[in-house]
């Protein structure tokens, strides 16, 4: 079964500043997808990024990048130019490409971000 | 404008006491989802569906009963026999081909 690692249960930043949360997976499939989802206090499911495997060239969205590395299966995330509203829960996810990955997503524990003032 | 209804936002359960959770998307999203949240846990797979009046259990099945009589409804049953049914519950949908996955925005169930 596929797994998904977040080691870093909360981290903080001073506003302004850049923060890297990390993510590691282990599966044995070579197509899948990656995610980060970003949970506000309103407990609303925001999807931040998603990574397809096949493609090296690493995603960014805004203030948002990744750091795909797949020979060591991990998956970070780095959030620059930290903003009040970047606090909240941040989860990585897994799914695996094979017909659309319709088995759903297997997610991390997550990481609580503090965005210091 | 399109997108996942959860119902009702808090919900209490009694004890030995069966309730479902409502699920509504308007979409058109071939599977659906059913998402366990605890603090410090993330979330967990209980059951999913791609195609109506078919379904498959998740990670955490247990206690739990779902339905797919039409395509934009997927309710949930938690049942007396989940012991532990305090949680945050999230449905989600996607279309077949898409890995995009689209979230309600949960149902918080507690015991009384």
């Known amino acids: 079964a596929q797994t998904v690692t977040q080691s870093q249960p909360e981290m903080s930043v001073q506003e302004a500043e850049t923060v890297t949360l990390s993510c590691t997976y282990d599966?044995?499939?070579?197509?899948?997808?990656l995610f980060w989802y970003k949970q506000p206090p309103s407990r609303q499911m925001i999807l931040v990024i998603r990574?397809?495997?096949?493609?090296?060239q690493n995603a960014t969205e805004n203030r948002f990048s990744v750091n795909f590395q797949k020979a060591a299966k991990s998956f970070s995330l780095k959030i620059s130019d930290s903003q009040l509203g970047d606090a909240a829960m941040y989860f990585c996810?897994?799914?695996?490409?094979?017909?659309?990955?319709?088995?759903?997503?297997?997610f991390g524990k997550g990481t609580h971000l503090i965005i210091q003032p | 404008d399109g997108g996942i209804t959860q119902s009702p936002k808090y919900l209490f359960r009694k004890e030995g006491q069966n309730v479902t959770l409502s699920c509504e998307q308007n979409?058109?999203?071939?599977?659906m989802y059913w998402y366990r949240q605890d603090p410090g846990q993330g979330l967990r797979l209980i059951y999913y569906?791609?195609?109506?009046?078919?379904?498959q259990k998740g990670d955490i099945a247990e206690g739990y009963s779902v339905s797919r009589e039409k395509k934009e409804s997927f309710p949930l049953t938690v049942t007396s026999a989940q012991k532990n049914p305090t949680a945050f519950y999230l449905c989600?949908?996607?279309?077949?081909?898409?890995?995009?996955?689209?979230f309600g925005s949960g149902t918080q169930l507690s015991v009384l």
């Open positions: 979409l058109n999203h071939d599977a």
């Open positions: 996810a897994y799914t695996t490409y094979s017909g659309g990955g319709a088995d759903g997503l297997t």
């Open positions: 569906s791609q195609i109506v009046n078919d379904f």
């Open positions: 599966t044995s499939e070579s197509d899948y997808y």
């Open positions: 989600a949908s996607r279309r077949i081909g898409d890995e995009k996955l689209f």
């Open positions: 990574q397809e495997a096949y493609k090296q």
